[in-house]
């Protein structure tokens, strides 16, 4: 039987959407300037030289931009399923050219991992797992994150949740912390962890040993 997937309000393959949503997404969440701090930070800690990072659905650069800034990074690669989205990465990240590497991918699509390299140091996530459109399909996506991080490796995702609370909204495509922090460990990830929440965000952490 087929999900019934959360239908989405974007239209990210617009150019003048997309271009609006770039514009406007830090005026509308203003947390995202918290998070990219904390993002850094944690990226930061990770002792070693040369850096390689991998970000799912990267948007228009503005997570990748905050790390590129703050981390020792040696290579950064980005995907996107919108070449809008890419082509305003690339302008916005530039002056990164010789460390980022763009790469147009749908991870709701099979199989997308293969056009990847494994062995990354960090995997972050910025408001990206909600686009699989179901929570059903989250714990898929955490594995295939598992398989490209090294030994030892880092993955930092931040979403939308859902409340704990009994009786509150319930989307089918989020999560609660909790239920993100059990399928990080059922799929192989140690110390699990919320590490930031932000409005109806929450950055969670977690390592492959």
């Given at each position: 039987?087929?999900?019934?997937?959360?239908?989405?309000?974007?239209?990210?393959?617009?150019?003048?959407?997309?271009?609006?949503w770039?514009?406007?997404?830090?005026?509308?969440?203003?947390?995202?300037?918290?998070?990219?701090?904390?993002?850094?930070?944690?990226?930061?800690?990770?002792?070693?030289?040369?850096?390689?990072?991998?970000?799912?659905?990267?948007?228009?650069?503005?997570?990748?931009?905050?790390?590129?800034?703050?981390?020792?990074?040696?290579?950064?690669?980005?995907?996107?399923?919108?070449?809008?989205m890419?082509?305003?990465?690339?302008?916005?990240?530039?002056?990164?050219?010789?460390?980022?590497?763009?790469?147009?991918?749908?991870?709701?699509?099979?199989?997308w991992?293969?056009?990847?390299?494994?062995?990354?140091?960090?995997?972050?996530?910025?408001?990206?797992?909600?686009?699989?459109?179901?929570a059903?399909?989250?714990?898929?996506?955490?594995?295939?994150?598992?398989?490209?991080?090294?030994?030892?490796?880092?993955?930092?995702?931040?979403?939308?949740?859902?409340?704990?609370?009994?009786?509150?909204?319930?989307?089918?495509?989020?999560?609660?912390?909790?239920?993100?922090l059990?399928?990080?460990?059922?799929?192989?990830?140690?110390?699990?962890?919320?590490?930031?929440?932000?409005?109806?965000?929450?950055?969670?952490?977690?390592e492959?040993p």
């Open positions: 039987m087929s999900l019934k997937e959360v239908p989405s309000d974007h239209d990210f393959f617009d150019p003048a959407y997309v271009k609006q770039a514009d406007s997404i830090i005026r509308y969440r203003p947390e995202r300037q918290q998070l990219f701090k904390v993002f850094a930070a944690e990226a930061a800690r990770i002792k070693k030289a040369g850096l390689s990072v991998f970000e799912l659905a990267c948007g228009p650069g503005f997570l990748a931009e905050a790390l590129l800034q703050n981390c020792p990074i040696a290579r950064y690669t980005l995907i996107d399923f919108s070449p809008q890419l082509e305003l990465s690339r302008s916005r990240l530039a002056r990164f050219k010789e460390q980022t590497v763009f790469i147009e991918l749908d991870f709701k699509k099979d199989g991992t293969s056009a990847l390299p494994a062995g990354f140091d960090l995997v972050v996530s910025l408001q990206a797992v909600h686009e699989l459109r179901h059903s399909r989250i714990p898929k996506l955490y594995a295939q994150l598992y398989s490209l991080l090294a030994p030892g490796g880092r993955i930092l995702i931040c979403d939308h949740v859902n409340s704990s609370l009994p009786g509150s909204h319930k989307a089918a495509h989020f999560m609660t912390v909790e239920e993100h059990a399928t990080f460990e059922k799929v192989g990830f140690i110390k699990a962890r919320e590490i930031c929440p932000a409005a109806d965000l929450s950055l969670m952490a977690a492959k």
